[in-house]
């Protein structure tokens, strides 16, 4: 009996220690599942084992500052409908003038190089014409002798007429003969020198254009050399007429020039709105809208330019400047900043586009950090298999 019983006791001490065991597993691993599953949702985790998000491209501080890469907070603000065109730069009236020959005969150029581009003060001596070899002799000879003639005449008519011995109305004659002669030879004699007929600068500026060449045989009023100032200019905008009904709008505007790609803006030039076309022609299915503005840069007169009309005011429009855009074919991308070290690619829609700011129409919303500066570096980023080493952030 007393065997029997401590059988029976080895038995059920046996089967608890093994079913407390078994217990103590089953919660061991539990707890380690749990674990497992619960690690991803982690408020702080480290991604230098290699580990990251598949979307996320990861650019070190340290090459952040290097390449100057800049971010802004974007935030809805005020905003304008854009109508882009192509356009013109001109002259002002007033600014630029076209000199002419005086006298007839050939053309020397002086010390001063005739070539586009040169300064030139007014009064300074650009080039002569001279008809010294030519059959019809010098010109302004041939007025002086004219003058001097013609001066004689009319004194010797002038003592005469008193006695009666000449009629009023020859006298007369010859009157009006002197005084022909004389503004003839006037306009002439102050400019002569030994190598003919001097033109002078009739401004202070510079040469925009030569219109003769050295040699040439050039006829009275045949046009020279064009003198510019370009303190003032002219911009000219051609419109389709299908935005007529906006031209009432259209307070402002923006140029890209194609010599050195730089934007200008009226506002900032002095700039106003001279007029716009009310009606089109035969030759032409466009309006002109014309500006005038401070030549403060080096904008060049006659250049073909991009123009950005600034039409009617938007508000609470959410835009970037155009350096934080890149384009991969024909789609639109920006870089959000994550964090400090992490950055995300983002398809944006674009709407309008001034030529410094474009509209985003969808993709970004208020608050959102975006590359405004360095995109290009962060998108070769995006592209390297190589990923940063120790790289921790907080999400």
Known sequence: MKKLFFILAVAIVTSGCHNHASHEGHDH?????????????????????????????????AQAEAFGLEVKEIAPG???????????????????????????????????????????RKGEALLSISAKNISEGDPVLKAKFAYETAKKEYERLGSLVKDKIVTEKDYNAARLNY????????????????????????????????????GDYVQVGQ???????????????????KYYPALSTIRSANFRTPYDNRLYKLADLNGRILTY???????????????????????????YVEVYLISSPMENVLSIPLSALTEEEGAYFVYIQLDEEGYKKQEVTLG??????????????????????????????????????GHTHNH
């Open 223 to 241: 046009p020279l050399v064009t003198l510019s100032q370009s303190n003032r200019l002219m911009l000219r905008a051609e419109v389709s007429a």
């Open 352 to 389: 309008a586009d001034n030529g410094s700011e474009v509209q985003i129409l969808s993709g970004l919303k208020p608050g959102d950090r975006v590359v405004t500066k360095g995109a290009y570096q962060v998108r070769l980023a995006s592209h390297s298999s190589v990923i940063p080493e």
């Open 78 to 120: 005020p905003f304008h409908e854009v109508i882009k065109v192509s356009g013109q730069v001109l002259a002002a009236q007033g600014d630029e003038t076209t000199q002419v020959a005086p006298v007839a005969g050939v053309v020397s150029f002086g010390r001063v190089a005739i070539v586009e581009g040169t300064n030139v």
């Open 29 to 61: 691993e539990s707890e380690g599942h749990n674990h497992e599953a619960e690690e991803p949702h982690g408020h702080d985790h480290d991604h230098g084992e290699g580990e990251e998000h598949a979307d996320e491209i990861i650019f070190k501080k």
């Open 179 to 214: 005084e022909t002669a004389k503004v003839a030879y006037e306009a002439v004699e102050g400019q002569y020198t030994a190598n003919g007929q001097s033109v002078t600068a009739a401004m202070n500026g510079f040469i925009k254009s030569r219109l003769v060449n050295e």
């Open 277 to 303: 076309g009310k009606s089109t022609d035969n030759a032409s299915f466009y309006l002109p809208v014309t500006f005038d503005f401070d030549n403060k840069g080096a904008v060049i007169p006659g250049s």
